[in-house]
């Protein structure tokens, strides 16, 4: 069903009939480099504002570093908190990561729009800046089409295979929690649920991993009804949310949401994905609920105990 979706998309994109909002993005990515339109010169002042709240470094052009971190727009300008707790994990871990100038954005335009090519062109500049950078492993933000397009579809488009692996944030985190890497400190005492997104659970099968992490740090975690692959899309998946005209049906589907919330009657909503956020932060406003909705990567630095500055490995 996904690829016939994809296959009637690629039909309408290249007959100009695409939605406007999607459009504006996918040009934006190819002309700025960003769907949002953000550029370095915005990148390098939220590292500099991260830097001086968490006392890391945030580095950059890293040749040789393990893990090379990549962003969607919505991090870098939403949730800027996120690249701090990317610092503080890998600080703790004793691993060495880098951001890249030339490919800072994983937000894939080409796959909401059904636009292969763009896809590809997309994706090139990140597996250059990896390539270039000499990275063993690329970490795919909390972002579904970034995941999807570089962890499922990237090599297909490339037309052949990468040299570094590709992981999401929260396959990472589990391989360092796995690994006895991950240390935490203390416990949430609010009655928390997890909200799997659509691309990272049901398409990449990663189901087991934020439980782990959930279970870490959390006394009063409860599963939704329908949790796990079978969880149900916050109402902006697939391009959804990037169409103005799309707000009446993201709120109509945002109800079998809140029906899910409303079974388990959390205090706080965890998930791994920007999109996700705003969405369902927008669903909860309509709806006039007040549950806050917070990042699982964010959440697990937050039990980190503050940080004493280690030597990366290979430095």
């Not at 990468?162 to 391989?175: T, Y």
């Not at 169409?243 to 029906?259: D, N, P, V, Y």
């Amino acid at each position: 069903i996904v690829y016939m979706v994809r296959k009637f998309r690629e039909g309408m994109s290249a007959s100009g009939n695409a939605p406007e909002g999607i459009k504006g993005a996918a040009n934006r990515t190819i002309t700025i480099g960003s769907p949002m339109g953000v550029k370095l010169p915005a990148v390098k002042a939220q590292m500099r504002h991260v830097e001086a709240d968490y006392g890391l470094p945030i580095p950059m052009d890293v040749e040789g570093a393990e893990y090379l971190v990549m962003l969607s727009s919505m991090e870098i300008m939403n949730f800027p908190e996120y690249l701090g707790a990317i610092a503080k994990i890998m600080n703790q871990a004793g691993k060495s990561w880098t951001l890249c100038s030339t490919a800072f954005e994983a937000t894939n335009a080409g796959m909401q729009i059904g636009n292969s090519d763009l896809a590809r062109v997309i994706v090139s500049r990140i597996v250059e800046a990896a390539e270039k950078l000499k990275v063993k492993t690329v970490i795919s933000p909390e972002c579904g089409h970034a995941y999807t397009a570089l962890r499922w579809e990237g090599a297909n488009l490339m037309g052949r295979s990468f040299g570094f692996k590709v992981r999401h944030i929260i396959e990472v985190l589990g391989e360092f929690q796995e690994q006895g890497l991950l240390k935490t400190e203390g416990f949430e005492t609010d009655r928390l649920t997890f909200h799997d997104p659509c691309q990272l659970a049901r398409r990449g099968g990663v189901i087991k991993q934020q439980r782990g992490l959930m279970n870490m740090v959390a006394k009063n975690f409860v599963e939704m009804p329908d949790a796990g692959f079978m969880n149900w899309c916050c109402g902006g998946g697939g391009g959804a949310s990037a169409i103005e005209e799309g707000e009446e049906l993201r709120m109509e589907a945002f109800k079998k949401k809140k029906s899910q919330f409303d079974a388990v009657k959390p205090d706080r909503v965890v998930t791994a994905c920007a999109n996700c956020r705003i969405v369902m932060e927008e669903g909860l406003e309509h709806y006039k609920m007040n549950l806050p909705v917070v990042g699982l990567t964010e959440m697990i630095a937050d039990h980190i105990p503050n940080p004493v500055v280690a030597k990366p490995e290979g430095s």
